[in-house]
Each structure stands twice: as structure tokens, then as C-alpha cells.
């Protein structure tokens, strides 16, 4: 019984802490999933909004699958499709969890962001992207970065 007060009293604060609305701006339903060729997005354009991928309100959304792994995946698939503005090759590491926001695509009822810093040819380059992988929306290359070409783009 003990166990089961200690449950309840965690999913309330749990539950508490999510947002009664979603304050993510760019989910978007309808979006498709870009092209994947080599463990890579084949992205189509560069995001002309700061605030797309480095604002909590603004994440990336790679939601398109039930299954975590496959969004999981979809991160890789991300940060593979783009390079810094010289060419650098960027790679990634998760820094922290945050902002919860409601999600009907899971079973909790709330998702959270990741959010990753980036490196450039393995040197920080103080950029942090936010991801969500809960919820689907328009992938993009982020400002500040370059399409990385794929085998189909012909470069």
C-alpha cells in the first residue's frame, strides 16, 4: 500500500509538470518523412527561422514511427544530413531532457524534448538543437548549417 501512495504521489508531480497546452508551434500531422539514402535524410532546404531547431518551441520533429527506436534512428538520419558551413562534419551528444508538453503519440499522454550540443569536426561549437521525436513535422536543415548531398542529389 506504501508503494502504491508513493506511485500515485509520483505520476501527480509527473503529471503536474506537463503543460495543459502544447506550446510546440511547429507540429505539423501531415508532414512526410524526407527520403532516406545512406542513414541520411535527403533534405530539400534550409530552415530560414532562427528559431527552428534551437528553440524549445521550434524543435525538430521526428516523430513518424510508434516505435522509439525508429525515432531513435531518425536523430542519426538527422544529424547526418547536414554539415557545418565549412564542410564540417558534425556529430552530436544528448545534453538534457526537458520541456514536457502533452503528446497524444504516447502512452503517457506527454513527451519530452532532447536536446543535443553539436560539434564541428569534433570541436564544440556552442549550438544546441532541440528535438522532439515524439511528434511529426517539416525536417529541415537548420540555419547555420549546409544540406549534406546525397547519392541521389547527384554530388
Given amino acids: 500500500m506504501k508503494k502504491l501512495s508513493h506511485l500515485s504521489i509520483i505520476l501527480v508531480l509527473c503529471v503536474s509538470c506537463v503543460s495543459t497546452k502544447n506550446t510546440i ?3 505539423d500531422d501531415t508532414a512526410v518523412l524526407p527520403k532516406i539514402i545512406s542513414e541520411q535524410f535527403e533534405l530539400e532546404e534550409t530552415s530560414n527561422d532562427m528559431q527552428y531547431g534551437y528553440s524549445e518551441f521550434y524543435p525538430i520533429n521526428l516523430g513518424f514511427s510508434n516505435y522509439v527506436n525508429s525515432n531513435n534512428q531518425n536523430v542519426n538520419r538527422f544529424f547526418n544530413s547536414f554539415t557545418g558551413t565549412n564542410g564540417e562534419k558534425v556529430t552530436y551528444k544528448i545534453i538534457e531532457t526537458c520541456c514536457p508538453f502533452p503528446s497524444k503519440r504516447n502512452n503517457m499522454g506527454a513527451g519530452t524534448l532532447v536536446v543535443y550540443e553539436i560539434y564541428l569536426d569534433e570541436k564544440t561549437s556552442n549550438k544546441k538543437i532541440y528535438v522532439n521525436t515524439f511528434e511529426k513535422g517539416k525536417i529541415m536543415c537548420p540555419k547555420g548549417f ?5 547519392e541521389s542529389s547527384g554530388n
Avoid: E, G, V
Fill in 146 to 150: 549546409l544540406i549534406k548531398k546525397t
Fill in 25 to 27: 508551434q511547429n507540429i
